[in-house]
C-alpha cells in the first residue's frame, strides 16, 4: 500500500517512487489479465448458447472419504461438483446443487451401507429445501457420482420432484470402476416427459481435474460451445 500523498515528508523520490510502483502494479495486472485471457482464449471453446433455450446444471456430489486410486483419500470438494465447475466455466448455465435433508456420512464405509439399504428399499431420499422450476429451461446437465453401479437414488428422488416435459437431459457422472453402469436403465423409466435423453458422459474421479478437453467433445456434442 502507497502512503498517502498528502503528507508534507515525502521528497520528490519518493514521489517518484511510488509512482514507478504504481505504474509497476497496474503493468502486473494488465499482463496478468492478457496472460490469464490468452489462456482462456486458447484454450477456452466459445460458449453457445442452447439450440433450445437456457441451460441448468444440477448436481449432487459428496465431500468426503474416497476410493481413490486403489487407496483411500479425502476430498473437501466432490468429483462431480470439480466437474459440475469445469462444465460451468465452458458454457453459459445456471448452476443448482442440491444436497440430501439428511446429510451422507463422511466417512466411505458407513456411505456404502446406507446406500445399500436405500438401494434395497427403493428408497427415496429427501431433498433439502426448494427445487428449481425447470418450465424455463431447454436442457438440463444432470450430475452425479455412481454409487454401486449407478446413480444414487437421491437422483431418482429429484427426477420424480421436477417436471422435464420438453427437457433435453444431457446425464454425466464420475465414477472410480464401473463408469456409467446403468445410468441409462435407471434414467429412462424417469425421463419419460423429457424432450430426449442423450448418452450418460462419464469422467473417472480421479481424472476429473484434467477433463477439460473432454467435456469441450462433450459440450461441442450437444452444441452448447462452439
Ligand atoms: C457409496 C459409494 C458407492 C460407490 N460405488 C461405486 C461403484 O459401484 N462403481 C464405481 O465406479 N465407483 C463407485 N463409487 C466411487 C464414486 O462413484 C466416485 O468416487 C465418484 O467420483 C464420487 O463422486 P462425488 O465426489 O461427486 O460424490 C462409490 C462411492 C461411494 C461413496
Do not use: K
Not at 486403489?70 to 466437474?83: A, E, I, K, P, W
Not at 433435453?168 to 464420475?174: D, E, G, K, Q, S
Not at 419419460?192 to 478437453?213: I, K, L, N, Y
Amino acid at each position: 500500500m502507497h502512503p498517502p500523498l498528502s503528507r508534507p515528508a515525502l521528497t520528490r523520490r519518493a514521489l517518484v517512487r511510488a509512482a514507478s510502483l504504481t505504474a509497476a502494479s497496474a503493468t502486473l495486472t494488465m499482463l496478468a489479465a492478457c496472460s490469464s485471457a490468452n489462456t482462456e482464449d486458447d484454450t477456452m471453446p466459445t460458449a453457445n448458447p442452447s439450440p433450445d433455450g437456457r441451460t441448468l446444471l444440477v448436481f449432487f456430489s459428496r465431500a468426503g472419504e474416497y476410493y481413490w486410486n486403489g487407496g483411500r483419500r479425502v476430498l473437501d470438494t466432490g468429483n462431480t461438483h470439480r466437474l459440475a465447475r469445469i462444465i460451468g466455466d465452458r458454457t453459459a448455465v445456471d448452476t443448482f446443487r442440491f444436497e440430501a435433508a439428511e446429510a451422507y456420512p463422511n466417512a466411505y464405509d458407513p456411505t456404502v451401507s446406507r446406500n445399500s439399504d436405500e438401494q434395497e428399499r427403493d428408497a427415496r431420499p429427501a431433498i433439502a429445501g426448494e427445487l428449481p422450476d425447470l418450465s424455463g429451461y431447454g436442457t438440463v446437465l444432470l450430475g452425479s457420482p455412481i454409487w454401486n453401479v449407478r446413480p444414487p437414488m437421491i437422483m431418482s428422488t429429484f427426477l420424480e420432484s421436477v417436471d422435464l416435459t420438453g427437457v433435453r437431459v444431457l446425464p454425466f457422472v464420475t465414477y472410480a470402476v464401473s463408469s456409467a453402469g446403468d445410468t441409462a436403465g435407471v434414467y429412462r423409466p424417469l425421463t419419460r416427459s423429457a424432450s430426449s435423453v442423450s448418452a450418460p458422459f462419464a469422467v473417472r474421479g480421479e481424472d476429473v481435474d484434467g477433463a477439460a478437453a473432454e467435456v469441450d467433445r462433450w459440450l461441442r456434442r450437444h452444441r452448447l460451445v462452439a
